[in-house]
Nanobody, 122 residues
Framework: QVQLVESGGGLVQPGGSLRLSCAASGSIFSINSMGWYRQYSGKQRELVARITSGGSTNYADSAKGRFTISTISRDNAKNTVYLQMNSLKPEDTAVYYC?????????????WGQGTQVTVSS
């Protein structure tokens, strides 16, 4: 089992920045990849970015160019993944969920955080 606790969401003005954090605990030795999804009201979750245990990153097309800096990072010593978001726009308003993919034998279950609200508004 892996527990994920997110933090860093909140209200920010357009053009502002936020850094989301996701701290993992539990069977952290078996985490393969971690990342972030977001969910707009009434919509399905969509991938924002992910990072492997080796540091390789992938970004959703919708996220490329949206953030001034491509921003997912991982601190393996702290078992934490970050999402730095700059130049935020009102359309970035969503609930952001951290996830982790874990190796359990031949299975790769996913675990989710509770979500953190990001609201971009003046």
């Amino acid at each position: 089992q892996v527990q994920l606790v997110e933090s860093g969401g909140g209200l920010v003005q357009p053009g502002g920045s936020l850094r989301l954090s996701c701290a993992a605990s539990g069977s952290i030795f078996s985490i393969n990849s971690m990342g972030w999804y977001r969910q707009y009201s009434g919509k399905q979750r969509e991938l924002v970015a992910r990072i492997t245990s080796g540091g390789s990153t992938n970004y959703a097309d919708s996220a490329k160019g949206r953030f001034t800096i491509s921003t997912i990072s991982r601190d393996n010593a702290k078992n934490t993944v970050y999402l730095q978001m700059n130049s935020l726009k009102p359309e970035d308003t969503a609930v952001y969920y951290c996830y982790a993919v874990v190796s359990v034998g031949s299975r790769f279950p996913w675990f989710w955080g509770q979500g953190t609200q990001v609201t971009v508004s003046s």
